[in-house]
């Protein structure tokens, strides 16, 4: 089945210092593979994507992101954290038959002052 | 440029009632899809529609229904509802289908149901 894995529920690192949220993906054929942002009581705001080309993926707020096709990962980072960052993130990756986006479970991102 | 509206914001309903909920996407945008989230299944997809078709439906029962118009506004209803029916549904829009095109979510529906 195609899917996709989001393996911490939460991740707490300090302003300033960096930052990594981790996905892998399960999926026939080449992904497409996103990741979301969301704040308390908000929809899902789009911060980057992969289709093709450079494994690294540059996207909004300074964060980017880096395809590993022999690990199938698609790990978020970004270089200095801020406490703005602090939210609930979501990985996902559009299934090859149907085109639909498939979720992660999402990790909860802690940045403390 | 107008963001994805979703229509009402909050809402109480009983047992057994139904819904209907509104999703107006981005101007020009002609896919619209929907989910489910809730705390214990994360973001499930519901349907998505494409100039007025269903495209794509995700493991709800039939008494998740939805449409779309011809100006790409979607509607979604629930009938008979359930305790378990409560949770935030999500519309996204993007510009065509198949998922390769960014989706753009609005700020849901937090539907309740007691």
């Known amino acids: 089945a195609q899917s996709v894995a989001q393996p911490e529920d939460q991740v707490n690192v300090a302003e300033g210092n960096p930052l990594t949220v981790k996905c892998t993906y399960s999926v026939s054929g080449n992904p497409y593979l996103f990741w979301y942002v969301q704040y308390p009581n908000r929809g899902l705001q789009f911060l980057l994507k992969?289709?093709?080309?450079?494994?690294l993926v540059k996207g909004s707020y300074g964060f980017e992101a880096e395809f590993n096709k022999s690990q199938t990962s698609f790990h978020l980072k970004k270089p200095s954290a801020l406490v703005s960052d602090s939210a609930l993130y979501f990985c996902a990756v559009r299934h090859s038959n149907t085109g639909k986006l498939i979720f992660g479970q999402g990790t909860t991102l802690q940045v403390k002052p | 440029k107008a963001g994805v509206t979703q229509t009402p914001r909050y809402l109480i309903k009983t047992r057994g009632q139904q819904v209907t909920l509104s999703c107006s996407p981005i101007?020009?945008?002609?896919?619209v899809s929907w989910y489910q989230q809730t705390p214990g299944q994360g973001l499930q997809f519901l349907f998505e529609?494409?100039?007025?078709?269903?495209?794509n439906k995700g493991n709800f029962p039939g008494r998740f229904s939805g449409r779309q118009f011809s100006n790409s506004r979607s509607e979604m209803n629930v009938s008979t509802l359930e305790l378990g029916d409560s949770a935030l549904y999500l519309c996204?829009?993007?510009?065509?289908?198949?998922?390769?095109?960014?989706?753009?979510f609005g700020q849901g529906t937090r539907l309740t149901v007691v």
């Open positions: 992969y289709i093709t080309g450079d494994n």
């Open positions: 101007s020009g945008h002609r896919s």
């Open positions: 529609y494409f100039s007025e078709t269903q495209r």
């Open positions: 996204a829009s993007s510009l065509g289908t198949g998922g390769i095109t960014e989706a753009f």
